[in-house]
T-cell receptor, first 113, second 114 residues
């Protein structure tokens, strides 16, 4: 099935560093969602974006809806140990009830002590 | 404030047995979804439902059956479990947030078929 291209696949950083990851698609979306998944848990919604160009923050997290509507970006500032996990982007093209998400392949974030 | 729950959280079953995974949400969301998550495949949609008594196939529906007689419940049944159905299963629900639709996930059920 269709998946979004998410990069990087994995990141190894030191505590306190900033993190950037992105998601690209060949299709346009009218909603972008960013999730974080901890081991053994379900994905948790971090940020939702609904408008091209929109920039939204949630604490140290900032996400942007690309102008072309084919990409989105997530930044984490001053990383802390609890940021470790897998981050997924997801795009939604809502079409009169077709509320199916298309997921990215995930970015695994590891913090090096 | 229970949100979305799944049961059981862990299940071990034998090949050929019927297994039902339960999903319950308290938000009255109209949309509900079942995904499976496997290494190398990410999250794949099995079935989804737009409302009670309305269901539709996702990307990988073979070997699964769903029903939705009540808005809050969306059980997933494996009619005759196979080893290839060993996976982590996530239920999700989606409802309007005021600006659009947002999808929320349950904690998952880890199923092992021996």
């Amino acid at each position: 099935g269709q998946q979004l291209n998410q990069s990087p696949q994995s990141m190894f950083i030191q505590e306190g560093e900033d993190v950037s990851m992105n998601c690209t698609s060949s299709s346009i979306f009218n909603t972008w969602l960013w999730y974080k998944q901890d081991p053994g848990e379900g994905p948790v919604l971090l940020i939702a974006l609904y408008k091209a160009g929109e920039l939204t923050s949630n604490g140290r997290l900032t996400a942007q809806f690309g102008i072309t509507r084919k990409d989105s970006f997530l930044n984490i500032s001053a990383s802390i140990p609890s940021d470790v996990g897998i981050y997924f982007c997801a795009g939604l093209w809502s079409n009169f009830g077709n509320e199916k998400l298309t997921f990215g392949t995930g970015t695994r974030l590891t913090i090096i002590p | 404030d229970a949100g979305i729950t799944q049961s059981p959280r862990y299940k071990i079953t034998e090949t050929g047995r019927q297994v039902t995974l339960m999903c319950h949400q308290t938000w009255s969301h109209s949309y509900m979804f079942w995904y499976r998550q496997d290494l190398g495949h990410g999250l794949r949609l099995i079935y989804y439902s737009a409302a009670a008594d309305i269901t539709d196939k996702g990307e990988v529906p073979d070997g699964y059956v769903v029903s939705r007689s009540k808005t809050e419940n969306f059980p997933l049944t494996l009619e005759s479990a196979t080893r290839s159905q060993t996976s982590v299963y996530f239920c999700a629900s989606s409802g309007p947030s005021g600006r659009g639709y947002e999808q929320y996930f349950g904690p998952g059920t880890r199923l092992t078929v021996t």
